[in-house]
């Protein structure tokens, strides 16, 4: 799913800046994120000689780790996740606090001029994301009087989140694009200053697996809003012979594709800036507008006027 | 070289380097994603902010000078064209003007229009390139690919005047090589109607896109005071507010026939900088609109003798970057004795530099590319001396006597 992630962004991003994209590996070049895999997996690998051969070796696979074992507590086919349980939600806020922690002693292992420049930016923009994403996380916890995903998911067979908290959708739409660090929010991997940030050191199998994990991660955020604000795999009847989980495999799908088409056409359309204005606006912006929202809705349950199912 | 140099003038210019740690340099270069040409500048941080930066110039440097010294003075004329790709029309503008100082002859009528026309294509070119790298730079990529498809326009209208792309060839003792083809007036017109109107919309874009306007504005100034003592010349100078455009204050080619407007600014940043590109590049297509117009009829060349008379010239053009300059020097020969170039990098190099004094990392592509640099035109030699990290320059009449003290050490001084 990573792959068919990079190859969708790969051509809305080509469209969009008048070039085509990918072509030629597989039909429409949909094969392309996975030969760029492949390849890598075969490529010399590089340690450093100053880096911490542990870490550098062991680490990624860690990384990888993370969204992968969030991906078990989203309900994809079925209202029930695959391992789902009464407080998945704090384990999947663990675990994103998990993979930014390995991704900053992954930097620093590379010790690199280059890197530990990119290990500073990332932890500030990690500090910065983290609170609004969390609030925006939790106000839709809170509405739906659950900490389980499948528990926020089923609350919403009646209203979806979206409507009920729109600043909060905003809100972690854009705190998963500094997560990930897709534009405008690219700063710690800013390609053409600090040549690829915390991914520079990393050759052969380590970066097949990092950029691998990226990519699942997207597909993992992208899952995330999906369950916590748009309802998950829910959605109206389609036709009584269609069985359940095919319905709710499509509605998901369209629901994620959705979010994720948001993401490659705002990563595409805007700049880069620097960790000093991204700080700000996550800070001053971002950090109050959640609050506000969480405020909102808290005051919105007490009042009666909204009632969780 | 490992010579003991001769009495050479030592400047320390790593003076007070020893204090900083290896930790707060960061080599920027020679092969950095940022730069299109290597250069190396070790930048001494403290966190994210620049305290100092130290260039060492000389990774493209390749002997032109003095290899012209051994060319006959025709094919000279397209060596200096390949200083450079991007203002390769103007350094053989300016070798040609030169050299041609030194003849009797004239420049037609018609071949100075046409030079306009095409050193103004070229600038459209030039500033086209600009603006889309600084886009890259900004992490903007889809506004670096949207440009570089219109300049695609610029550089088709090239090839059909001159065959060729990007190294066009064009200039000739005494006048131009190539006619402007039947028909292109028109042409000519519309694609540049076109040009303005993109950009028109990309000056829109970069005065309301907010990550850019957050990545450029206050970014790179630069005092007038400043930029006066450092020599500043073209678009560098012209963003302070200083009045210095070679093709009004000393107009060559047909620059004094047609119309235009010098652009200046005043608020000394980067957002000014393409503000002032993009005029310009309006300027240009206006000045090629009404050139070809008015393309007066006559001959576009007048052949002369291979042999050049004795004496010594010197011209400067307007390039896209600023202020190029060629002093030539004949001894009636079929070669010339001593051409020297000066390019506007390097003029305004120091400038960069000492912008990046304060910035943060995250600018410093961005303000590279401010001025706009082109290392390939720039480059000379230098001497480093790694252990102690001294830099020092040779004299011409120093590097004379090692010469003579390598080949013949019963000649060498001591």
């Known amino acids: 799913m990573g792959f068919i992630f990079d190859w969708l962004d790969r051509k809305t991003a080509a469209r969009m800046q008048g070039r085509i994209g990918p072509k030629i590996t597989g039909p429409s070049g949909i094969?392309?994120?996975?030969?760029?895999?492949?390849?890598?997996?075969?490529?010399?690998?590089?340690?450093?000689?100053?880096a911490d051969k542990v870490i550098f070796l062991f680490a990624p696979a860690l990384y990888f780790l993370a969204?992968?074992?969030?991906?078990?507590?989203?309900?994809?086919?079925?209202?029930?996740?695959?391992?789902?349980?009464?407080?998945d939600l704090l384990v999947i806020l663990f675990l994103l606090a998990f993979a930014a922690f390995v991704i900053a002693v992954l930097s620093y292992s590379s010790a690199s001029s280059f890197t530990t420049i990119a290990t500073g930016r990332l932890v500030l923009q990690y500090v910065s994301y983290e609170i609004p994403l969390v609030l925006a996380i939790v106000t839709a916890a809170i509405y739906s009087r659950s900490l389980s995903v499948e528990g926020i998911v089923t609350s919403q067979t009646g209203l979806w989140n979206v409507f009920v908290m729109p600043f909060a959708f905003g809100v972690y739409v854009i705190a998963l694009m500094a997560e990930l660090e897709k534009?405008?929010?690219?700063?710690?991997?800013?390609?053409?200053?600090?040549?690829?940030?915390?991914?520079?050191?990393?050759s052969g199998r380590a970066l097949a697996f990092l950029k691998l994990t990226k990519e699942v991660g997207y597909v993992f955020g992208s899952a995330l809003a999906v369950s916590l604000f748009l309802g998950g795999p829910l959605g109206p009847q389609m036709g009584a012979s269609v069985p359940a989980p095919v319905q709710y495999f499509a509605y998901f799908m369209v629901k994620l594709l959705a979010v994720g088409f948001l993401i490659f056409v705002l990563k595409t359309a805007l700049a880069r800036v620097k960790i000093a204005q991204a700080t700000e606006l996550f800070w001053k912006v971002l950090t109050p507008v959640s609050l506000a929202q969480l405020a909102l809705v808290l005051v919105l349950i007490q009042g009666g006027i909204l009632l969780a199912a | 070289m490992s010579a003991e140099p001769i009495q050479p003038k030592q400047r320390e210019e790593s003076a007070g380097l020893m204090k900083y740690s290896a930790e707060n340099l960061v080599p920027f270069g020679p092969i950095h994603p940022a730069l299109k040409e290597p250069e190396y500048f070790k930048l001494i941080l403290e966190g994210e902010r620049i305290v100092q930066v130290i260039p060492r110039i000389g990774y493209v440097h390749r002997g032109l000078e003095k290899a012209a010294e051994t060319r006959p003075w025709v094919q000279n004329m397209y060596m200096f064209e390949r200083t450079c790709g991007i203002c390769s029309f103007v350094h053989s503008l300016a070798y040609g003007q030169a050299v041609e100082g030194l003849t009797i002859y004239e420049v037609p009528r018609r071949a100075k229009f046409i030079r306009l026309i095409i050193a103004e294509m070229e600038r459209i070119h030039s500033h086209l390139l600009w603006v889309g790298l600084m886009g890259h730079w900004a992490g903007f990529e889809t506004l670096f690919m949207w440009v570089w498809r219109d300049r695609e326009v610029v550089l088709d209208l090239v090839e059909a005047i001159s065959g060729n792309r990007i190294h066009k060839s064009m200039n000739a003792f005494v006048g131009v090589r190539r006619d402007m083809p039947e028909g292109m007036e028109d042409r000519i017109v519309e694609r540049m109607k076109f040009l303005v109107d993109r950009a028109r919309y990309y000056k829109e874009i970069i005065d309301t896109e907010e990550t850019m306007l957050e990545r450029?504005?206050?970014?790179?100034?630069?005092?007038?005071?400043?930029?006066?003592?450092?020599c500043v010349v073209g678009p560098m100078a012209r963003y302070v507010g200083l009045q210095k455009d070679v093709r009004l204050n000393d107009p060559y080619a047909a620059y004094d026939e047609v119309p235009f407007d010098i652009i200046i600014r005043n608020e000394a940043d980067v957002h000014a900088l393409l503000q002032l590109r993009l005029d310009e590049l309006v300027a240009s297509a206006n000045m090629i609109s009404y050139a070809v117009q008015h393309l007066p009829d006559g001959p576009i060349r007048v052949k002369i003798p291979p042999i050049i008379p004795a004496g010594e010239h010197s011209t400067h053009c307007e390039a896209p970057r600023g202020e190029i300059f060629y002093y030539v020097k004949s001894g009636g020969g079929r070669t010339p004795e001593r051409v020297k170039v000066r390019t506007p990098t390097l003029a305004n190099l120091p400038a960069a530099l000492e912008i990046l004094k304060g910035q943060t990392i995250a600018d410093v592509p961005i303000v590279l590319t401010a001025i706009d640099p082109c290392f390939g035109c720039m480059d000379r030699m230098s001497f480093l001396d790694t252990e102690t990290n001294r830099q020092w320059t040779w004299s011409g009449e120093e590097l004379r006597q090692y010469g003579i003290n390598h080949y013949f050490p019963e000649r060498a001084k001591k």
Do not use: N, R
Request: proline content about 11%; hydrophobic content about 45%; glycine content about 4%.
């Open chain 1, 183 to 202: 534009p405008p929010f690219d700063i710690p991997s800013a390609k053409t200053e600090i040549v690829a940030g915390w991914l520079t050191e990393f």
């Open chain 1, 31 to 50: 094969l392309q994120p996975l030969a760029d895999f492949l390849k890598l997996l075969f490529k010399e690998e590089i340690i450093p000689s100053h």
């Open chain 1, 67 to 87: 969204p992968l074992l969030s991906m078990l507590f989203i309900p994809i086919i079925a209202l029930t996740p695959t391992a789902g349980f009464d407080f």
């Open chain 2, 216 to 230: 450029t504005e206050k970014v790179g100034k630069l005092s007038q005071d400043t930029a006066e003592k450092l």
